[in-house]
């Protein structure tokens, strides 16, 4: 294959990799062939790492059969893509046991989005204020699998993130449609640090998300937070709704208030 690296500089281009453009080599896959539907592409994919000692006993084991493992991946173009992940199974020459490669690089266990999905997913609703049925689409996945992921990988992100709340100096509230219903829609009323988007170190950073949208949902967050986090709080940014700017004001009498889209 012809390489079109031009003279070894930083900026050449490299050889067309499919794994890598699609980032699954984070995800210790590797793709193998693709095929393109008319509402989806479909990357067959293979684990890179063999696997192949017992986790039971430590012996060698023989490559038995193999399964399919689905997976909705990161929209490439807004077209849902999905992994057709081919996972190896083996049986222990020693005690017989049968398992099947390790794919928690790319997945968690019965998981239905890759990890990139999920992030994708996360980014798209705390970031881009998409609706959750947006996302699904763009995933091409059900209304209820979207949703039941991203809030396990909220509340996950959340709980592993203990220091979080360190540093805090900017804080962004926006109320967010959580999904729109005959009966009206549904909203979540979303918190994140904006003390790195501020002072030009990193993206803002998600604290949490609260059921409802009203002064009362974010007074009583700020409330909950300890004093001395309180006291470090210099700014709070925000959409048009006063309710925002009350609590605001009301929990952290020091702070400055700016209205804007966060």
Known sequence: MHDATVGGRADAFASPDLTAFCRLDELGLVVTGQRLEPDRAVLACQVVEPDQWCRRCGCEGRPRDTVVRRLAHEPLGWRP??????????????????????????????????????????????????????????????????????????????????????????????????????????????????????????????????????????KTWLADRPQDWRDGVEVVAMDGFTGFKTAAVEELPDVVTVLGHV
């Open 81 to 218: 893509t999905t992994l057709e992940v081919v996972v190896r199974r083996y049986r222990c020459s020693g005690c017989g046991y049968v398992w099947r490669q390790d794919t928690t690089a790319a997945a968690e266990p019965r998981a239905k989005l890759s990890r990139r999905a999920l992030r994708w997913a996360l980014e798209g609703i705390v970031v881009q204020h998409l609706t959750v049925a947006r996302v699904a689409e763009g995933l091409g996945v059900a209304w209820d699998t979207a949703n039941d992921a991203v809030l396990a990988e909220g509340k996950r992100v959340l709980i592993d993130e203990e220091h979080r709340f360190e540093g805090v100096k900017v804080v962004g509230v926006d109320e967010h449609v959580w999904r729109h219903t005959r009966r009206g829609d549904r909203y979540v009323t979303v918190i994140i640090d904006l003390t790195p988007v501020r002072d030009g170190t990193g993206p803002a950073r998600l604290l949490d998300m609260v059921e409802g949208r009203s002064k009362q949902a974010f």
